[in-house]
Antibody, heavy 122, light 106 residues
Framework: EVQLVESGGNIIQPGRSLRLSCTGS????????MSWVRQAPGKGLEWVGF??????????EYAASVQGRFTISRDDSKSIVYLQMSGLQTEDTGVYYC?????????????WGQGTLVTVSS | AIQLTQSPSSLSASVGDRVTITCRAS??????LVWYQQKPGKPPKFLIY???SLESGVPSRFSGSGSGTDFTLTISSLQSEDFATYYC?????????FGGGTKVEI
């Protein structure tokens, strides 16, 4: 059974940095691309970004709203994908989900973690 | 960026009703569109891929159709467990995008 567990969510002041982690199990982690999707309180879903499998260079894609501030990386030896967030803004508040994805091209999200809450507030 | 517009944003229905939700893309996405169901406090559940293919384990009362810019999600006979919010999402081009959601209420 595929399991994804996010961690690292916290209450943090605007302008600061935070790193989220997502640990995968029950599947061959290195064969998959991974994505992050977020949801502001009471709002809809927003795609944050995607990292390709290492076999495709582990390159990344990002939403315009986070480009240059957020960085996705992965450690396949630990089955972990990270979301490094810097220059956090109040609009970044929400639940952050990690999802499995296709190895090369982000498509749909058939496995989700339970999410981790990030609150950006002074 | 491709915008997805869902309608209606909410609807009221009864058990046994046929429900149709529409998702319109701002440009052609071919059949690169999927649907999710989300209940409060839970992550989304993947329902339909490639516009009309049912994910394994999803009840057959759910169906999807459309291509290009206009898509629909239909629930043929609404069950109590189907009261939730539904989202479409396109993967034709980056950035990936979601519709604003349709809340199906009793």
């Amino acid at each position: 059974e595929v399991q994804l567990v996010e961690s690292g969510g916290n209450i943090i002041q605007p302008g600061r940095s935070l790193r989220l982690s997502c640990t995968g199990s029950g599947f061959k982690f290195g064969d998959f691309g991974m994505s992050w999707v977020r949801q502001a309180p009471g709002k809809g879903l927003e795609w944050v970004g995607f990292i390709r499998a290492e076999s495709y260079g582990g390159t990344t894609e990002y939403a315009a709203s986070v480009q240059g501030r957020f960085t996705i990386s992965r450690d396949d030896s630990k089955s972990i994908v990270y979301l490094q967030m810097s220059g956090l803004q109040t609009e970044d508040t929400g639940v952050y989900y990690c999802t499995t994805d296709r190895a090369y091209s982000s498509s749909w999200f058939d496995n989700w973690g339970q999410g981790t809450l990030v609150t950006v507030s002074s | 960026a491709i915008q997805l517009t869902q309608s209606p944003s909410s609807l009221s229905a009864s058990v046994g009703d046929r429900v149709t939700i529409t998702c319109r893309a701002s440009q052609d996405v071919s059949n690169a569109l999927v649907w999710y169901q989300q209940k409060p406090g839970k992550p989304p559940k993947f329902l339909i891929y490639d516009a009309s293919s049912l994910e394994s384990g999803v009840p057959s009362r759910f169906s999807g159709s459309g291509s290009g810019t206009d898509f629909t999600l239909t629930i043929s006979s609404l069950q109590s467990e189907d009261f939730a919010t539904y989202y479409c999402q396109q993967f034709n081009d980056y950035p990936l995008s979601f519709g604003g959601g349709t809340k199906v209420e009793i």
